[in-house]
């Protein structure tokens, strides 16, 4: 294995749950293991991940090997397999595309060109240039809001300083913010949404417009889990993230705005799609085209309904317990079976 690759490998398993998650969303974590069906994502155990480790040698964390055919390696190779890559540059392209590092390195490396202003490549650089989520102001602040649900996805950062402009004539501050990557529906980063956070307590900083997005944001969004045939997509982050604190098995997006929520794509595999709308006109409008969308491509719409106005409002003023009762008459029977997961039992 090249240096570059081996290098590569460690990153990857440094954070092998999170390539689990990314690679192999049917799947679950039992003990050190991350359990699935095979290197395609199937459901089922027979494929298993080691966690934790050291970096090399037996019981490395991110070496895999599944039972059902004797198929083993490291996560380069289980990334090579789950998308399908052959040629070797190509898998080591897609391990720096998740661990958002330069596709390739020049011989002769020079100064990267500034990226245009608003671009997706602007927006990839900026996503990138932020850190994990835990520990931050970033999570305080979504702690604060009494959210529960896991932060270490992939879409998810926290940048220290984060620049801020009121209008193009004023001076630049700089603030703390929550980073979310906007992605297409083969992972690509698309645009980035920023939240800036007061530097003194959990809250948003008191700034005229404390949340911006840039980049491409129709018909994408921020992800929480990968979806196959089942997804719920809603408009703000705070919003899905709140959904996710009571529904975590449930794969979700946050479209960002009512009107890109109406916009997103959808997946030719899905059967059904959960429209977690908030309780206002642009709300219903978003909710009713999706509605329409859904009918023409054959997929099933159900709408999501916060008893106030959205359901990070819910969370924090009704509690989980009697959020998830209230949601769990409004999912099809077959999904409360598969994503109601009791709060004692999770």
């Known amino acids: 294995m090249s240096n570059q690759a081996a290098d590569l490998a460690r990153r990857l398993a440094r954070d092998a749950e999170g390539v689990c998650r990314h690679y192999l969303p049917n799947g679950r974590r039992h003990g050190r293991y991350w359990l699935v069906g095979d290197v395609r994502n199937s459901p089922g155990r027979s494929l298993y991940v080691r966690l934790t480790g050291p970096e090399s040698g037996p019981g490395a964390a991110g070496k895999w090997t599944d039972a059902a055919t004797g198929e083993h390696g490291d996560l380069l190779d289980l990334i090579a397999l789950n998308r399908g890559l052959d040629a070797f540059r190509d898998v080591l392209d897609e391990a720096r595309r998740f661990l958002c590092l330069p596709r390739s390195e020049p011989a002769h490396p020079t100064r990267e060109p500034p990226a245009p202003g608003g671009s997706p490549e602007a927006a990839r650089r900026l996503f990138c240039a932020g850190q994990p989520v835990a520990g931050t102001q970033a999570e305080a602040y979504l702690r ?11 879409s998810l950062r926290f940048h220290p300083a984060l620049w801020y402009r009121s209008d193009r004539d004023a001076a630049r501050e700089s603030w703390p913010g929550l980073l979310a990557a906007v992605t297409d529906a083969d992972g ?21 417009e404390p949340r911006r997005a840039l980049g491409q944001l ?34 979700m997006i946050a479209a960002l705005s009512a009107n890109h929520l109406a916009a997103l794509d959808l997946a030719p595999m899905l059967a059904r799609l959960y429209v977690a709308r908030d309780r206002d006109a642009a709300g219903r409008m978003a909710a009713e085209r999706l509605h329409a969308r859904g009918r023409d491509a054959g997929i099933e719409v159900r709408d999501l309904m916060p008893a106030r106005s959205d359901f990070n409002v819910d969370l924090r003023r009704l509690g989980p317990d009697a959020m998830l009762a209230r949601l769990a008459g409004q999912l099809v029977p077959a999904d409360a079976l598969r994503f109601l997961r009791r709060r004692d039992a999770a």
């Open 218 to 251: 129709l018909g994408n969004g921020v992800r929480f889990g990968r979806a196959t045939d089942v997804l719920a997509a809603g408009e703000g982050i705070e919003t899905m993230l709140a959904l996710k604190s009571v529904l975590p098995d449930l794969p």
């Open 144 to 154: 604060a809001r009494s959210i529960t649900a896991r932060l270490d996805w992939p």
């Open 188 to 208: 690509r980063i698309t645009g980035v949404h920023r939240t800036w956070l007061d530097r003194q307590r959990p809250a948003k900083a008191p700034l005229a």
